[in-house]
């Protein structure tokens, strides 16, 4: 069945010295573009850089190669691992020797991941993460795609399932798979009003810094000419404002539905035994693998469209140091039934418990996100009176009517419900979050009041986990304090793990 | 008993609460250690001013230099009047299953760490913390830095028995 026996130690893929030397060339290349890049115009200009005659650079180049070929050789031959008894083993270091001892009871995921370069020379990288600071993650730049799944599969299996699993081999499951169509909605609906701030503000700065050109070629009348505009000069101002932001938004749509095409490129859901397994990617593929009680938390997150047509996504939250990561450890496109039918699998005992069982902050905190929404829009009003002609106190009024709207919306968003197992927190203003975190995963909790709060008797609750902070805003203290104990008590008094 | 646990059996009088708690202080020497190191600083600053005032010529570096240090030290005694009064806020208290600390004035935090959820525990004890016999015990947990908690102002050897106790509890379980 095996031919390769894990338990004695081994190297990674001879094609990993290729991988390391070409990362290692790509993010020194990184580093010195810019010295690299004025040094190529400079020689293109002169004979020399700076007295150097060009030979000799070239000579630098190619001997700094070497070194960096020399370093991935070296860093390849002392690279050994394997596994024994319930432990991962990893001994590597060319002058300092470093021994890694991993128990595969801290293992929250496996992750292989497969970049361009990698499918060229056809092997995988497998990246094994526990609970920890960035030392804790252990990266193999290169196995063959076998090696890598038996290894993944290994690290999930401790000596007592093993016995009793040795002669099932059960396929595995596809869970849930991802359509094109799908990715294409998701990416359409996206949330395009943070990148459209984003590219709006590029452009503005972009008209400012090259206004001498455009009033030069008179490029505002040409455009007004072209768009068949009349000589209002309100109208003119308005209408050449609205196709720049035209512009911006349909470039962003296109950007952002791209990137959702080709980072969740044929998304798999697989269910295993044990193990859940996440894969998606078209030009770097990469496979998750995690047991669902290594998860922290879980995130569902939608909008108004996206619930039309039917798109929630499901964000697994681990205890995780690498932040960009994380982020993609996201399975789009589920539908309504999908997502809760998921949320259970994940979430033993999960109960949806329903809107009516629904908690509230107390109604001052409009009054605070209403405080907080008005600063943030006088603020923006200063900064667009200055920059567009046609803002004026009209627009501001409206502004103003548009926080009033937002506060509604986001206080109905944040609500709580919780029972013996889980907690359930909503939040997000254009977009409908839900957060739901296991109650045996707390890590502590913190009871917050400051002055403007006290004198309501009122409190915010801070919750955090390994991988997060979960708050619930301005509640009644006694309410907070019930809170916390009740989950304390259910903490304390199981003897299960957070991971 | 409140709608928020309709879902719930449980009496929640059983269980045990954080309002019923006999909090304890800290140390009073920290409150003397603190006002010491504002004052110090301050004293620093003062003196500064005062140098500035009397080697620069130019009266417009002599004004915005003048004005700068007089921001901080303003900053530095609200900061220290603050300290003050919000020092008997500064409270712990241990149970059975966690620990508690609480400060804070004019936002107070209340944290609950279970013995449970500690990783490891540190005690630290600088030169001037020493000289006021007064000593920081940092607990951490696993959670997002904020989820630690950090208790200063411990009398030494208070410190160092709850260290013990701590310890005792997360290696040898209770």
Redesign the interface.
């Known amino acids: 069945m095996e031919a390769i026996d894990l338990s004695t130690p081994m190297r990674q893929s001879s094609k990993g010295i290729l991988i390391i030397f070409g990362y290692r060339l790509f993010s020194f290349l990184k580093k010195t573009f810019i010295l690299l890049l004025a040094s190529i115009v400079t020689l293109l200009k002169k004979d020399t850089f700076q007295t150097v005659k060009p030979s000799f650079i070239i000579a630098g180049f190619i001997a700094l190669m070497l070194i960096l070929l020399a370093i991935a050789i070296l860093r390849y031959l002392h690279f050994k691992f394997f596994l024994r008894n319930d432990e991962f083993h990893l001994k590597t270091g060319i002058l300092n020797k470093e021994t890694t001892i991993l128990s595969k009871s801290k293992i929250q995921n496996v992750y292989i991941k497969e970049t361009f370069l990698h499918r060229l020379i056809g092997v995988v990288a497998l990246n094994i993460e526990t609970?920890g600071d960035s030392k804790s993650e252990i990266e193999i730049n290169a196995l063959d795609k076998s090696t890598a799944n038996l290894l993944k599969k290994k690290l999930f299996q401790t000596i007592q399932s093993e016995e009793a699993r040795d002669d099932l081999e059960v396929d595995p499951e596809i869970y849930y798979r991802v359509s094109l169509k799908k990715l294409f909605l998701e990416g359409l609906t996206q949330n395009h009003f943070k990148s459209l701030m984003i590219i709006f503000g590029f452009f503005v700065g972009l008209y400012y810094e090259n206004k001498e050109l455009v009033e030069e070629y008179d490029l505002e009348d040409k455009i007004a000419n072209w768009l068949h505009l009349d000589d209002q000069l309100l109208a003119n101002i308005f209408l050449f404002n609205l196709v720049v932001l035209m512009v911006g938004l349909i470039i962003s749509i296109i950007v952002s539905t791209v990137k959702m095409i080709v980072q969740n490129f044929d998304l798999k859901v697989v269910e295993h035994q044990k193990t859940f397994e996440i894969s998606k990617g078209l030009i770097q593929t990469m496979t998750l693998t995690l047991s669902p009680d290594r998860i922290q938390n879980l995130i569902i997150t939608s909008n108004r469209i996206k619930r039309k047509l039917g798109l929630y996504t499901l964000y697994v939250k681990q205890?995780m140091v690498n932040e960009k990561q994380s982020n993609n450890f996201s399975i789009v496109g589920l539908d309504l039934n999908t997502v809760s039918d998921l949320t259970k699998i994940l979430a033993l005992n999960y109960v949806d418990?329903g809107l009516s069982?629904r908690?509230f902050p107390e109604p001052f905190y409009k009054r605070v996100l209403f405080f907080r929404y008005v600063i943030i829009a006088v603020v923006l009003n200063l900064i667009l009176i200055n920059v567009i002609y046609w803002w004026t106190i009209i627009s501001f009024l409206m502004s103003l009517l548009l926080v009033f709207l937002l506060v509604n919306k986001a206080f109905s968003k944040t609500h709580y419900?919780?029972?013996?197992s889980y907690l359930t927190k909503g939040s997000g203003l254009i977009q409908t979050k839900i957060n739901i975190m296991a109650l045996h995963k707390?890590?502590?909790?913190?009871?917050?009041?400051?002055?403007f709060q006290?004198r309501r008797g009122l409190a915010t609750l801070k919750l955090?986990?390994?991988?997060?902070?979960l708050t619930i805003p301005y509640i009644k203290k006694?309410?907070a304090?019930?809170?916390?104990?009740?989950f304390?008590?259910k903490?304390?008094s199981q003897h299960r793990d957070?991971? | 008993m409140?709608?928020?646990?309709?879902?719930?059996q449980?009496d929640?009088k059983l269980?045990?609460?954080?309002?019923a708690l006999d909090f304890k202080p800290i140390s009073k020497s920290y409150l003397k250690l603190l006002i010491f190191q504002r004052m110090t600083a301050l004293t620093i600053l003062i003196l500064v001013v005062i140098c500035v005032n009397f080697i620069v010529d130019e009266p417009e570096i002599r004004m915005a230099v003048t004005g700068v240090i007089v921001f901080f030290i303003l900053i530095l005694l609200i900061g220290l009047v603050l300290s003050v009064l919000g020092f008997k806020r500064r409270k712990y208290a241990i149970r059975y299953?966690?620990i508690i600390y609480a400060k804070g004035l004019?936002?107070?935090?209340?944290?609950?760490?279970?013995f449970?959820?500690i990783q490891h525990l540190e005690l630290h004890q600088s030169f001037l913390a020493k000289k006021f016999d007064v000593a920081t015990l940092n607990i951490f947990?696993?959670?997002?830095s904020?989820?630690?908690?950090k208790i200063p102002g411990l009398k030494s050897e208070t410190a160092e028995r709850i260290n013990q106790f701590l310890s005792s509890k997360i290696n040898g379980g209770d």
């Open positions: 609970a205890a418990l069982n908690n419900t919780f029972d013996e707390l890590q502590s909790v913190t009871v917050v009041q400051n002055f006290a955090t986990t390994a991988s997060q902070k006694e309410n304090e019930m809170i916390a104990d009740y304390l008590y903490l304390e957070w991971m | 409140s709608q928020i646990f309709s879902n719930t449980i929640t269980i045990p609460q954080l309002e299953q966690d004019l936002i107070h935090h209340k944290t609950i760490v279970p449970k959820r947990t696993a959670g997002e904020g989820g630690d908690l």
